[in-house]
């Protein structure tokens, strides 16, 4: 048996490629072992680390995980509580005892989320059902502001390497922006032309996500409109 | 097949556009020409061309369509009006019904389709200019905007048509070869692993002729392979000359 790698690290590879032939590479990510080789299931980015191959998507629609940290959208009010669009084929719910630490009173839970809210959540469980949770802290209401959509492939870049991107993002601009994993970013901040610039920036990251220095990028020019 | 031509399909070793036996028209990708769909591609292979566009996975409706442990691909192959050299009337029938029908089971063999359990994915193709091998044109344009749309595949499928004109082995028929030839072999393959997901045959054939046929298939699936893989990659790709650029 031979032992052959046939790409290169940060190549880009589509579906059904043959990345590497013998039983000493793991395949990782979008990667699958094939027999005796290694092939993509996407278009995606490869890379190789030791004996580790792996592929990232570069498109592609969210695929739920538990422990996510997701923005939804309350779409309708149901007897066991509120049901979310989280921008996948099916939608997330929301149950009543999850929603909240204090106790929900009949006929109260408008006071909570009523339908178009969007809210910050994390997700319990993924199965049959997608299950949703605001109990604990950084899960909230969103207020008014601003939600755009980008790729959920690209949430990584946004976010940045321990948080720098979007570390820098709130620090220049002043807004406060909130990114969940599903592709939906929430943006918010008492000046429109600050928000505005966030929105234009956070376009340009998923532009550009494969260049190198967008965080210097992004630094510039949202500090070039506070002019 | 609609009868013989007078004129011969072959001269001195040379089809009536100038190609040999064994190859295939000039083609072009370009990927992302749908900007609101997931996924999209415009595929063109001489004068017939193709826009392939894929929305999905999404949640299946009608609901007595879903399947609980997988994905359902629908495709929806039409011919607009102005495609032929004759208006035909839009809409779907019997023919392009067909070719969903047989599309869909061609790119259903490549899609891992239990990831992505009680969803659609939902292509519609739109032929906007038609000269023979269409349904061929159609698959490339379908399976390179899936691999855009980022879903999981085994395989990209390549088509291509062979048959018979004039008594001669032909590969990828153009419109009077296609008309007035005597067989139409379309194929589509994994060509990684070689399985076949779509063969039809118009007309008839002798073994030795579905030999040779497939023969020439197989031997120009590697340079549409090329020609997909290459187009995802940069966006656009052509074939010309014999290569792909």
């Known amino acids: 048996m031979t032992e ?6 940060k190549e880009l590879v589509v579906p059904g490629q043959i990345l590497a032939e013998g039983m000493s590479y793991i395949p990782s990510g979008k990667a699958i072992r094939n027999g005796e080789t290694i092939t993509s299931t996407v278009l995606g980015s490869a890379s190789v680390k030791g004996h580790v191959v792996k592929v990232q998507a570069l498109s592609g629609g969210y695929f739920p995980r538990k422990n996510d940290m997701i923005i939804g959208q309350v779409t309708e009010l149901a007897k066991f509580g509120w049901r979310v669009e989280i921008g996948q084929p099916n939608q997330a719910d929301l149950p ?26 994390g997700i319990t469980e993924v199965g049959k059902f997608i299950r949703l949770s605001t109990k604990t802290r950084p899960h909230r209401k969103l207020g008014t502001g601003n939600i755009i959509e980008v790729s959920p492939s690209n949430i990584p870049r946004i976010i940045g390497r321990q948080g720098s991107m979007i570390k820098t993002i709130k620090d220049t601009s002043g807004c406060n922006v ?26 340009m990251i998923e532009s550009d996500a494969q260049t190198s220095g967008l965080t210097e990028k992004v630094e510039k020019m949202l500090k070039g409109g506070k002019k | 097949m609609a009868g013989k031509s007078s004129e011969p399909m072959m001269v001195k070793g040379k ?51 879903m399947i609980p442990d997988r994905a359902l691909i629908r495709v929806k192959y039409d011919m607009l009006p102005f495609s032929t050299t004759d208006r035909i009337r839009p809409g779907p029938n019997r023919r392009s019904k067909e070719i969903s ?11 891992y389709t239990k990831k992505y359990p009680a969803t659609v994915i939902d292509i519609f193709v739109q032929i906007t200019n038609a000269n023979a091998g269409t349904r061929t044109a159609a698959i490339n344009a379908a399976s390179a905007a899936l691999a855009h749309a980022g879903i ?20 990828d028929l153009f419109q009077p070869e296609d008309n007035f030839g005597e067989a ?62």
């Open chain 2, 15 to 65: 089809r009536l556009d100038g190609r040999k036996t064994n190859e295939m028209r000039p083609m072009k990708i370009k990927m992302g020409v749908v900007p609101q769909a997931v996924g999209s591609a415009e595929f063109s292979m001489g004068k017939t061309t193709v826009v392939a566009a894929v929305y999905g996975p999404k949640e299946v409706h009608p609901r007595h369509m």
């Open chain 1, 178 to 203: 909130v990114v969940g994993q599903n592709g939906y970013v929430w943006i918010q901040g008492e000046d429109l032309e600050k928000v505005l610039l966030v929105q234009k920036a956070i376009e």
């Open chain 2, 152 to 171: 999981e595949m085994r395989d990209l499928v390549c088509s291509v048509a062979a048959g018979k004109a004039d008594g001669t082995v032909m590969l």
């Open chain 2, 101 to 111: 029908k047989v599309m869909s089971s061609a790119l259903e063999a490549a899609v």
């Open chain 1, 4 to 9: 052959k790698l046939q790409i290169k690290d």
């Open chain 2, 184 to 245: 139409d072999l379309p194929v589509a393959m994994m060509p990684n692993s070689e399985g076949i997901t779509l063969i039809q045959m118009d007309g008839d054939l002798t073994k030795k002729e579905f030999d040779e046929s497939m023969k020439l298939v197989t031997e120009a699936m590697p340079i549409l392979y090329e020609l997909q893989k290459k187009a995802l990659i940069n966006g656009e790709a052509s074939f010309e000359g014999g290569k792909v650029k």
């Open chain 1, 96 to 121: 009543l005892r999850d929603a909240s630490t204090s106790f929900i009173e009949q006929g109260s839970m408008r006071k909570y989320f009523s339908e178009g809210d969007y809210v910050f959540a």
